[in-house]
């Protein structure tokens, strides 16, 4: 008898006790379903975790100059070097980086129906709001024609709105007056300052956008003061982020001095420790479910042994072998198992269908996650199997024959 008729047999065995393999099996079908849909939840949140954390600055890549001091030289003896757009598409290229942000500072006061204020005001480039995920309430975002040219607009947060137009009031194209200049209003975009800090003076009028090198020729700024990255991944943070730090170094060509980023080393840990724990929670609830399984399985199948007694006497008295015996059992019994396996992996991909539909994010299957759980149930099924198989190969053909 070769392994495909003993796979036949099993198949016949399993369906004339369909129920009964049912119910065997359950543990298996729980097992390896819950495997696969903590996984693809914990996955699919993770990554709906890194796009909201890393659409924002967060926990964006912060880039410092730390100048190195000479025995003579003080802390006060030090330039910054200068960076240039050209230097931010240098690093744009480097592996790992999702966006590269450069801003520089103005401070300004802003006039407009007879209401006047100080405004923190911010030089940014069109790359700035796809790398932050900010959202428009109005108009547009500034374009790479607005970066290159000297035009006077700007743009202005939702909490500037209120405080100096009305309600129902055209914001988009008007003039706004800031520091005796006047300034077009071309977008009104979400304000990111948080609520508690609105409470404050310098803050309570909103804050405004200009093109960086609007902001550089009219306030004597650098072009660039600060520049923040954002990766691709908050796993790779340490690592993008010293790639960046050097290769902005390399390309200054600094001697007296290096780019230097900040610790997200407490960061990684914490992500590290709670996707640990999740581990250990899915491999608990696997490790219980399939030990049961198991169990159940070689609970089955020693009463199949039991009830083919007389069987396995006929067969030994037509030739077979122990080795042929113990394989046929085997085979049933990682059968039993893989079929538990496969209706977990259905049962699985159906939940995670449902999920994805009420967690309001993505959850995607593994097919490495579905390809452990499918081998590992068939696994436990020769675990299992072993020692039903191992009594049916020993039985006595004279023994089995008379078995009643």
């Keep these: 008898m070769n392994v495909l008729e003993s796979f036949k047999i099993a198949l016949s065995s399993i369906w004339n006790h369909k129920v009964r393999s049912i119910l065997t099996m359950l543990g298996i079908i729980i097992g390896v379903s819950a495997v696969i849909i903590i996984v693809a939840i914990g996955e699919g949140a993770k990554k709906q975790i890194a796009d909201d954390v890393f659409s924002t600055d967060d926990n ?19 330039n910054e070097p200068e960076v240039t757009y050209e230097d931010l598409t240098v690093l744009q290229d480097v592996p790992g980086v999702k966006s590269v942000i450069g801003t ?44 290159e040219g000297m035009s006077r607009i700007v743009m202005i947060d939702s909490v ?34 948080p609520e508690e800090w609105l409470e404050f003076d310098e803050f309570a009028s909103g804050e405004m956008l200009m093109p960086r090198g609007l902001v550089s020729m009219m306030y004597g700024s650098r072009e660039v003061e600060s520049i923040s990255v954002i990766a691709d991944s908050p796993d790779t943070l340490s690592e993008t982020g010293q790639m960046v730090a050097d290769t902005l170094t390399d390309i200054k060509k600094l001697e007296d001095g290096m780019y230097i980023t900040n610790d997200f080393s407490d960061y990684e840990e914490e992500l590290a420790t709670y996707y640990n724990t999740i581990t250990l929670f899915i491999g608990s609830i696997a490790g219980i479910s399939l030990l049961v399984g198991g169990i159940g399985v070689m609970n089955i199948m020693l009463v199949s042994v039991t009830e083919r007694t007389r069987e396995i006497g006929l067969r030994k008295a037509l030739g077979a072998t122990r080795g042929r015996i113990l394989l046929q059992f085997l085979i049933e019994s990682v059968t039993l198992t893989s079929l538990g396996g496969l209706i977990g992996i259905g049962f699985a991909a159906a939940v995670t269908l449902i999920a994805s539909q009420m967690l309001g994010f993505p959850v995607v299957i ?4 579905v390809l452990i759980g499918f081998s590992f149930s068939a ?26």
């Excluded at 696994?379 to 299992?384: A, K, P, Q, S, T």
Aim: proline share 5%.
């Design 60 to 78: 964006a890549i912060e880039l410092y100059y730390e100048p190195i001091f000479s025995d003579e030289e003080t802390e006060y003896m030090w």
């Design 104 to 147: 520089n500072q103005g401070w300004g006061t802003m006039v407009h129906n007879e209401e006047q204020s100080e405004m923190t005001i911010t030089g940014i480039d069109e790359m700035y709001f796809s790398a932050k995920g900010i959202e428009m309430y109005e108009g547009r975002p500034f374009n790479a024609r607005d970066s």
């Design 160 to 193: 500037t709105r209120d405080h100096f137009f009305k309600d129902g009031e055209d914001v988009i194209g008007e003039i706004v007056d800031v520091d005796g200049n006047p300034y077009k209003v071309v977008g009104v975009y979400k304000s990111t300052i």
């Design 366 to 369: 593994s097919p490495v996650v």
């Design 379 to 404: 696994f436990i099924g020769i675990i299992f199997g072993i020692l039903p198989a191992n009594k049916a190969s020993k039985l006595s053909p004279i023994d089995a024959l008379r078995y009643e």
